[in-house]
């Protein structure tokens, strides 16, 4: 396992990521934002139904088209020179700066230092009979999970097949699909800790949550 809190420190030192906001379209661009530094917004609501900050528009076909925030962070620069100007798709319009926040350090941390068990191909995954009841009942730290043990079901096409684990022993830590959703071949499935490192990964987590500062 890797050393979780030279991974923490790693993160503290550069806590943020650079997001780049391309034109999904092409289309005559007119930015709405101050410049750099202006602070923007993420949809809100309880089913994210209120739109982001809106960060420009690009008008196609006399229809003006709204490019709104889909993350929390601040505008770290803006391709001022193309206000105005008719843009191609895919065209860099503005860099937004994005801080993390205690949930995505976690995250983070996790991904790196936990076993990930990826999807073999892109399709709606289950969990086996068994192993879902337990989860529903008691959540999924209760499985214990072994090398070959039947875990999940694939289900693609209308037809459905049997998916073994294949990795470490351990205790199954988190879950990252849904069952009504494709994953895509490659993403995880789950996490998987080996057991006598349970603690030490809870305190990690506790750790991020109680000292961890976010941006307003």
């Given at each position: 396992?890797?050393d979780?809190?030279a991974?923490l ?5 550069s ?11 092409a ?11 202006t602070?923007?917004y993420?949809p ?21 088209r ?19 100007t ?6 860099p ?8 926040t ?33 989860v ?41 699909f ?30 991020v ?7 307003e």
């Amino acid at each position: 396992m890797q050393d979780v809190k030279a991974i923490l420190e790693e993160i503290k030192a550069s806590p943020y990521e650079e997001v780049a906001i391309l034109a999904p379209h092409a289309g005559k661009v007119q930015f709405k934002v101050a410049g750099e530094g202006t602070k923007v917004y993420a949809p809100s609501g309880t089913w994210r139904e209120k739109p982001g900050t809106l960060l420009a528009s690009l008008e196609r076909e006399r229809n003006p088209r709204p490019i709104t925030c889909t993350r929390k962070g601040e505008v770290q620069s803006v391709n001022t020179q193309l206000d105005g100007t008719f843009v191609e798709a895919g065209t860099p319009l503005m860099v937004l700066r994005h801080f993390f926040t205690k949930e995505e350090v976690t995250q983070a941390i996790l991904k790196k230092v936990l076993f990930l068990f990826p999807a073999p191909e892109r399709a709606k995954y289950l969990f086996a009979p068994e192993v879902d009841k337990k989860v529903k009942v008691s959540g999924c730290q209760s499985i214990k999970v072994k090398d070959g043990m039947d875990l999940f079901i694939v289900s693609r096409m209308k037809r459905e097949k049997p998916l073994a684990y294949n990795g470490p022993d351990g205790i199954l830590y988190a879950v990252y699909f849904s069952y009504d959703q494709n994953v895509d071949a490659g993403q995880p499935l789950v996490s998987v800790c080996p057991e006598n490192q349970m603690d030490m990964i809870r305190d990690v987590v506790n750790r991020v949550q109680s000292d961890w500062e976010e941006r307003e």
